[in-house]
């Protein structure tokens, strides 16, 4: 039987790291919100090929986020990170409508 101790310990090492996901995640979103605002602008600049070097870095730091996120629903659920994936979705369809693209 496992001691109370123990029981203690790995709860205070599950909210740390837990604690250290939400901080991480939340920093990527703003990252994320940025290099979207980014890439809208540009494309709205007609800089295309930088447009696309932001989506691409969103989507990148986009999919990390989600993986990290993804064992603590409660992160992953909180908001913040939805709100910053819904702005890689407009950031792709601006580029996408101006280029003609996908």
């Known amino acids: 039987m496992e001691s109370l101790e123990s029981i203690i310990a790995r709860i205070v090492a599950d909210w740390t790291h837990k604690s250290a996901v ?10 994320l919100i940025r290099n ?6 540009a494309t709205h600049r007609h800089e ?8 691409t870095q969103a989507r990148a730091q986009a999919q990390e986020a989600c993986r990290e996120a993804a064992p603590y629903s409660d992160v992953y659920y909180a908001g913040f990170l939805q709100d910053a994936l819904k702005e890689v979705a407009e950031a792709a369809v601006v580029l ?4 003609g693209g996908d």
């Open 36 to 41: 979207c605002a980014n890439s809208i602008r």
């Open 22 to 31: 939400r901080d991480v995640t939340l920093t990527r979103s703003r990252d």
């Open 48 to 55: 295309y090929d930088l447009a696309r070097d932001l989506l």
């Open 96 to 99: 996408a409508c101006a280029t």
